[in-house]
């Protein structure tokens, strides 16, 4: 059996990491953006993605299997094309980009738009972008996801002003990002950041990443709409600062 890692230091990073991402794959979309920036602080963050990835894809299937009659088929169809286009172009140049540029581009993108919605309180009609823009937010979604596992704001960006019903977005989401995840591991591989250490250590972290996604999905059908879309807001608004000053705070030391 190929040795995991044993560092303490890692787990003191890797469980609150995982933790997140099961809270985020259980419907709270956005909070698991802090995965692979706290795996950062031990790994290179493409190395880190890759370690989260078996996670990730486990914890897909099990949303899938919870949310597989709640989805909106429209969002999928424009929004996949784009995100397969990012990603194409994330692998083309992930040698060449900075994490931190990544960061710092997605922390901006986020608190404009959380910024503009609370501006705009006022106006709570559905409102959706034409299709152009659903393959434009698709396409940063997929890029950033592939870089820093950072999907999340670009594709809240399009799909959080429609107001879908609560699960319905939560399933949408899962599968969107399901399939992201599917399409990163020949890229991965091919980018040489999987290796049989990584892997078993990702598998060791499976229990509880599996329970932290059933907390996740109680707490999602649990959650009374409204409230659920104000915290959508209020995470991406957080998760968005912190990832702008993660970026900042690296390449002001630098």
Known sequence: MPAIITDPFFYVVAIPAVIFL????????????????????YLPPLEAAALLLPVLITQDLISIYVYRREWDASNLKIMLPGAVAGMTLAWLLASYISDNAVRITVGLIGLIFVIDVWRKRARIEPTRMGPAGGVFWGAVSGFT?????????????????????????????????????????????????????????????????????????????????????????????????????????VLWRG
Do not use: D, E
Not at 26 to 34: K, R
Not at 213 to 230: C, D, E, Q, R, S
């Open 22 to 41: 099961g809270l985020s794959k259980g419907g709270f979309s956005g909070v698991g953006i802090a995965a692979t920036p706290l795996l950062a602080l």
């Open 145 to 249: 996801s592939f870089m820093t596992q950072a999907g999340g704001p670009p594709f809240q960006v399009y799909v959080l002003p429609q107001r879908l019903p609560k699960l319905v977005l939560v399933g949408t989401t899962t599968i969107f990002f399901a399939v992201v995840n599917a399409l990163k591991i020949v890229p991965y591989f091919a980018l040489g950041q999987f290796h049989a250490g990584n892997f078993a250590t990702s598998v060791a972290l499976l229990p509880m990443a599996i329970v932290a996604n059933f907390m996740g999905i109680w707490l999602v059908k649990h959650t009374p709409t409204a409230l659920f879309y104000n915290i959508a807001y209020a995470l991406l608004f957080v998760i968005s600062l912190v990832l702008l000053w993660q970026g900042c705070s």
